[in-house]
């Protein structure tokens, strides 16, 4: 079974300051991993996704995220954030070889402060 | 590229009742997932049709079912409503059943249960 942890229910950030959202996952198997957004009243979309190589993985809008394998740790950061920016992030875990049942964290509110 | 397209936005059901949501899946895709939504929760895995065949299932009761038609759309069906059930339902579709392909996601069906 799969688990995923995002510590931070809700991070505040002013513009263009870095952001980090933190997420862990427990897995007894090889996981993929996704970041996805949330803008409100709409679905969600891919942020950017792990299937292997290179663990620092670059996704849309300036977001990028760092596998890390000894500590089942997958966060999200961007370096400069924008008020639009402010939306619910979640992470999420799929089992290698199974189906695609992606498991999802309760994931981080961001808000971003003019 | 038409997106995943859901139907209605937003309905109003009486405990006890039957509702039916529906799914047209991005053009190219054969697998479609659904996904409950709870107010300040992530999604949780409602089941997957991989042409026309239910590929998995999350830990939803059987008054939860769905179908996958020839065209790959998709209906979720939900018997005898409770007032738990209210939330937003997300519809996603994806090129395969793996695990690897990301997964796109619809706008959702709001669903009250008063």
């Known amino acids: 079974a799969q688990s995923v942890t995002q510590l931070d229910s809700q991070v505040p950030v002013f513009e263009e300051a870095p952001v980090e959202l933190r997420c862990n996952y427990s897995s007894s198997v090889s996981v993929y991993l996704f970041w996805y957004v949330q803008y409100p009243n709409q679905g969600l979309q891919l942020l950017l996704k792990?299937?292997?190589?290179?663990?620092l993985v670059k996704g849309i809008n300036g977001f990028e995220a760092e596998f890390n394998k000894s500590q089942t740790s997958f966060h999200l950061r961007k370096p400069s954030v924008h008020i639009s920016d402010t939306a619910e992030y979640f992470c999420a875990v799929n089992r290698r070889g199974g189906a695609n049942n992606l498991f999802f964290g309760t994931g981080t509110r961001l808000t971003v402060i003019p | 590229e038409t997106g995943v397209t859901q139907s209605p936005t937003h309905l109003i059901k009486t405990r006890g009742q039957q509702v039916t949501l529906r799914c047209s899946s991005q053009s190219g895709h054969n697998t479609v997932s659904w996904y409950q939504q709870a107010l300040g929760q992530g999604p949780q895995f409602i089941f997957q049709y991989y042409r026309e065949e239910e590929n998995g299932r999350g830990n939803f009761p059987p008054r939860f079912s769905g179908l996958q038609f020839p065209n790959y759309s998709s209906e979720l069906n939900v018997n005898a409503l409770e007032l738990d059930d209210s939330a937003l339902y997300l519809c996603?579709?994806?090129?395969?059943?793996?695990?690897?392909?990301?997964?796109?996601f619809g706008n959702g069906t709001r669903l009250t249960v008063t």
């Open positions: 792990y299937l292997s190589g290179s663990t």
């Open positions: 996603a579709s994806s090129q395969t059943g793996t695990g690897a392909q990301p997964l796109h």
